[in-house]
């Protein structure tokens, strides 16, 4: 007989064969530890999304629609490349990155086309 371990304690487990926990405390000490983990990692890309969104705003304005600028000026405002919400590539093969309600594109000169993605469906708040 194959003797099985908690997951979170590491002691026998006793009962059915797809148990995984000795406890109900071992479980959910295993899922609270989980959750502040993921909690953990995600505020802080949150936090990184967040800034790079307010950076783009504060170039574009509050009604700008779009605008073409020095991929410079960004990396002035500290603004971090890595991290986008969904990109696509376009009919002409350009990545289109998006940042929650704005998009942008990178070319080859170093310019950045900031675009503010406006949808019908729902309200815009800044």
Known sequence: MDIRKCKMCKSDIIGRRDKIFCSTRCKSDYHEKLTKVTLKASDRIDKILHRNRSIL???MGKNGL????????LDKK?????YITHYHIN???KEVRYLYDFSY??????EVLIKR?????HGQED
């Open 117 to 121: 993605v406006r949808r019908p469906d």
């Open 91 to 93: 009919s002409q093969g």
């Open 78 to 82: 500290k603004f971090n490349w890595t």
């Open 57 to 59: 705003l504060e170039l």
């Open 66 to 73: 779009h605008k073409k600028m020095p991929k410079i000026e």
């Open 105 to 110: 594109i990178i070319f080859s000169d170093q």
